[in-house]
């Protein structure tokens, strides 16, 4: 459940926001948390755009020095320190700007640009490593070992040289592929893009789900950055199973409901399965349940957190639970043991610990940032929350995971749509929004009520 009340547009008449009263309210120096006054330039709001112009700053010294021992594609830091600040001032700045048409169009016109590069590269590329690296676990599991084990997984290590070793991604980034292999006959990165396009596409209708009343000139601008902007890797499976939670999570605070708390758990546990990006969104999920003024929510979080776990370790146990746990989670800590059978991206945390000659430091101040951010997560509303835990990750994993930002900017689109509609914004169907009177709000009751219910 939410800390803080949510406004609750079904039983109240729907509200038709100014735009700009919303920005201004809040936003420069408008109600703070509590309904304060906050000053403009506060700590807690340069902190942020602070924190992501350091990020940019290293990634570009970084790239431009290339100071790193065997480190690779500087560029990927770049980029993602880019992206994470551009959709954090979108969820978090300016969220309004997706009731713009001119910036869903700018927002379509991209999609398109990067569906029509990715679909380019398939034929530039047509067996890039992670082809190759998918054909021999499935060549593995029909030899009836375990990828987890065996030592005969293909990989790419410093200047091209093929080394191998053990499947390091979870278990269900296995079977998606594998069943299209099977099925097909056939495997290739066309293949592989198929799979990822039709997951990814699902997770958009799920998309459309979540706000089965929400206009859907919002949200259809959004499919094709969401479906093509990453369709070589494999984190499709993780963006469809973070829609699913966050379809219950929308349920939820709407009609909150016992079983969707279970169900939640439930999904977290398939997530934790999939790609690494679901373990600080659960983490966030949690953090944001704790209440500092009732240490009873620890024993609610607790249950939940052992029903996650008890999915995880079902999935986990044909392979072997310790075996996947040394080649998925601790192989991405230690990155001595990582570079091995892979080529070292250097990240914003990682490459200057490298750099410095300190790198056995690294896994430590990571672990360090991550709690950090949980604990500041804790004070969050729920969205926030969801935010941040994965973005810190983000920037404190060993390379630049620059794949997960179609996942990042579906969390982000589904927390603004929800704010927006919850504050009652016109992002209403005309069907739906027959169904409440309008009404306008001045900007100092819409900071009143960003206040009780913000995301």
């Known amino acids: 459940m939410e800390k803080a009340h ?25 109600a703070g948390p509590r309904g304060e006054e906050m000053p403009i330039l506060s700590l807690k709001r340069c902190a942020a755009p602070a924190l992501f112009a350091a990020c940019v700053i290293v990634s570009v010294v970084m790239d431009v020095f290339k100071p790193v021992p065997h480190g690779h594609r500087y560029g990927y830091a770049v980029v993602l320190s880019l992206a994470l600040a551009a959709i954090w001032l979108l969820y978090e700045v300016r969220p309004t700007l997706v009731l713009s048409r001119a910036f869903l169009a700018a927002v379509l016109v991209a999609g398109l640009f990067f569906a029509g590069s990715e ?7 047509p067996h890039p490593e992670i082809v190759e690296y998918y054909a021999s676990v499935f060549q593995a599991m029909r030899e009836g070992k375990n990828p987890y084990t065996c030592g005969t997984i293909f990989h790419v290590a410093e200047f091209s040289t093929p080394v191998y070793g053990n499947f390091n991604y979870p278990p269900l980034e296995i079977f998606p592929y594998y069943l299209a292999f099977r099925a097909t006959g056939i495997w290739g990165s066309a293949v592989m893009a198929a799979v990822n396009v039709a997951l990814q596409f699902l997770a958009c209708l799920i998309l459309l789900w979540t706000f089965p009343v929400v206009k859907r000139r919002l949200l259809l601008p959004f499919f094709p950055l969401l479906i093509f902007l990453e369709i070589h890797l494999s984190i499709a499976l993780t963006l469809l199973v973070t ?16 079983a969707h708390r279970f169900l939640i758990a439930a999904l977290f546990g398939v997530g934790l399965m999939t790609k690494f990006l679901i373990l600080p969104l659960m983490v966030g999920y949690y953090a944001c349940q704790f209440d500092w003024k009732n240490l009873k929510s620890l024993g609610k979080i607790a249950v939940d957190g052992a029903v996650a776990l008890a999915v995880a370790v079902a999935i986990m146990a044909p392979f072997g639970v310790g075996a996947v746990f040394r080649n998925t989670i601790a192989f991405n800590l230690i990155l001595r043991d ?10 914003v945390l990682s490459g200057p610990f490298v750099w410095a000659g300190i790198g056995w430091l690294y896994p430590y101040a990571a672990v360090g940032i991550l709690a950090a951010s949980v604990l500041v997560a804790t004070r969050l509303r729920l969205f926030s929350a969801l935010m941040l835990v994965p973005y810190a990750f983000l920037l404190v994993a060993p390379v630049p995971e620059r794949q997960y ?3 990042i900017l579906y969390i982000a689109v589904v ?9 009652g914004a016109d992002v209403m169907r005309r069907t739906a929004a027959a169904q409440g009177s309008p009404a306008r709000l001045d900007p100092a009751s819409i ?7 913000g995301r």
């Open 6 to 30: 949510e406004f609750n547009s079904s039983r109240s008449p729907r509200i038709d926001i100014d735009p700009a009263a919303l920005y201004h309210s809040g936003r420069n120096g408008g």
């Open 447 to 453: 900071g009143a009520i960003r206040s009780g219910s």
């Open 338 to 347: 990582r570079a091995v059978l892979t080529t070292y991206f250097p990240n």
């Open 243 to 258: 829609a699913l939670i966050l379809l219950v999570v929308a349920r939820n605070r709407e009609r909150p409901k016992p």
């Open 119 to 125: 679909l380019l590269l398939i034929r530039a590329k």
């Open 405 to 407: 930002i179609p996942v």
């Open 415 to 423: 927390g603004i749509v929800l704010s927006l509609k919850e504050k």
